[in-house]
Structures are given as structure tokens and as C-alpha cells.
Antibody, heavy 122, light 107 residues
Framework: EVQLLESGGDLVQPGGSLRLSCVAS????????MSWVRQAPGKGLEWVST????????YYAVSVQGRFILSRDNSKNTLSVQMNSLRVEDTAVYYC???????????????WGQGTMVTVSS | DIQMTQSPSTLSASVGDRVTITCRAS??????LAWYRQKPGKAPEFLIS???SLESGVPSRFSGSGSGTEFTLTISSLQPDDFATYYC?????????FGGGTKVEIK
């Protein structure tokens, strides 16, 4: 059974930093690209970032480019995102999501974690 | 960026109704489109990929169609579990983009 468990969400001041993690199980983690998708309170879904299975390729939304850094540790089945220079508009539930097809970086997200809340406020 | 536009934004329906949601892309995305269902307070659930391929385990009352720029999600007989918000998403190219969502409410 595929499981994705996010952690690290917290209340942080504008300009601050936070690191989110997602621990995966139930599939060969290194074979699949992984992504973060966020949802601001009462709003729709917004893709944030994707990393290839090897970790060699990363893709970012313009809204987080230069502030967020995506990484993965395939030995620990863990996906992470380092979020710097946080803004009020980064407030959202952050979901970890698995890309459906092996070996590609673009596909539907077939499994999602339960989400972790990030609140940026003074 | 490819803009995804869903309609309607809200839909009122009854159990047993046939429901259709439309998703339009601002440029052709071939069939690289997914649909998700999100219940309140929960993570999205994957329903359909490649515009019309039903995910394993998803009830057959769900179906998807379309290609290019126009797509539809149809629920043939709405069930209580289906009152939720539905999102389309294109994965033709980056940045990946979602539609604004369609909330299916109880009439």
C-alpha cells in the first residue's frame, strides 16, 4: 500500500524559513518523480515543484522559484522542500504527491499525502 | 502557461443525477489531462488520467472524454460520496496547472 506522510508544517513569520518532509512507502521510491502541490485556505490546487526519480532534475512554479529548494534522499525514501523567504501568500496546506508513471517527470498524481499546514503570519 | 478553465464553478444536483463538468485548456494539451475528486478537509483523490483512462478502483460511474482543448468529466449516477470538489489538471508541459475546481453540491 502506497503511503505518503508529510511533516514540518508550522507557523512562521514572513521572511522566515521552513523545511517540509514527506516519507514514502509501498513503492520503489527512486523510480518515481515526486511533487509538492499546495492549497491556500478556501482556494484551489496549485502545483509547486517536481523532482525526478534520480533527483537530477527539478522544476518549480514561478511563484516559488529561487526561494524553494526541492531535494530527495532515495536511501531514506524521503522528499524534502526547503522553503526560504516565506511570504504571507505561501500560507497553504502542502501536499506531497507521487507521479503516476515510472521514469517520467510529467504525469497525473496517483497518490497524495494527507497534507501539512504552513502558516506565514506575523 | 496553459490556463485551465472549469465550468460550472458550482453545480447543484441530486443523488442519481447525471452530472457533466467541462474543462477547457488555453492551448492544445493532446490527452494529457487528469481529474481528481476532493472531499472537504481531505487530500485529492486521483480519478482519471490521459483524459479518459479510469484509475484502478475508481467506480465505473465516472468517465472522461475529450482531447486537444476541451474535456469533460461525467458522473452517470451521482452518489452521496460524490458531493465534493472536482479538479482537472494538465500535464502536457510545465508549469503544471489545475482548473479552478467545480463544487458539486446537494440540491
Amino acid at each position: 500500500e502506497v503511503q505518503l506522510l508529510e511533516s514540518g508544517g508550522d507557523l512562521v513569520q514572513p521572511g522566515g524559513s521552513l523545511r517540509l518532509s514527506c516519507v514514502a512507502s509501498g513503492f520503489t521510491f527512486s523510480s518515481y518523480a515526486m511533487s509538492w502541490v499546495r492549497q491556500a485556505p478556501g482556494k484551489g490546487l496549485e502545483w509547486v515543484s517536481t523532482i525526478s526519480g534520480s533527483g537530477g532534475s527539478t522544476y518549480y512554479a514561478v511563484s516559488v522559484q529561487g526561494r524553494f529548494i526541492l531535494s530527495r534522499d532515495n536511501s531514506k525514501n524521503t522528499l524534502s522542500v526547503q522553503m526560504n523567504s516565506l511570504r504571507v501568500e505561501d500560507t497553504a496546506v502542502y501536499y506531497c504527491a507521487k507521479v503516476g508513471l515510472v521514469g517520467v517527470t510529467r504525469d497525473a498524481f496517483d497518490f497524495w499525502g494527507q497534507g501539512t499546514m504552513v502558516t506565514v503570519s506575523s | 502557461d496553459i490556463q485551465m478553465t472549469q465550468s460550472p464553478s458550482t453545480l447543484s444536483a441530486s443523488v442519481g443525477d447525471r452530472v457533466t463538468i467541462t474543462c477547457r485548456a488555453s492551448q492544445s494539451i493532446s490527452s494529457w489531462l487528469a481529474w481528481y475528486r476532493q472531499k472537504p478537509g481531505k487530500a485529492p483523490e486521483f480519478l482519471i488520467s490521459k483524459a479518459s483512462s479510469l484509475e484502478s478502483g475508481v467506480p465505473s460511474r465516472f468517465s472522461g472524454s475529450g482531447s486537444g482543448t476541451e474535456f469533460t468529466l461525467t458522473i452517470s449516477s451521482l452518489q452521496p460520496d460524490d458531493f465534493a470538489t472536482y479538479y482537472c489538471q494538465q500535464y502536457n508541459n510545465y508549469p503544471l496547472t489545475f482548473g479552478g475546481g467545480t463544487k458539486v453540491e446537494i440540491k
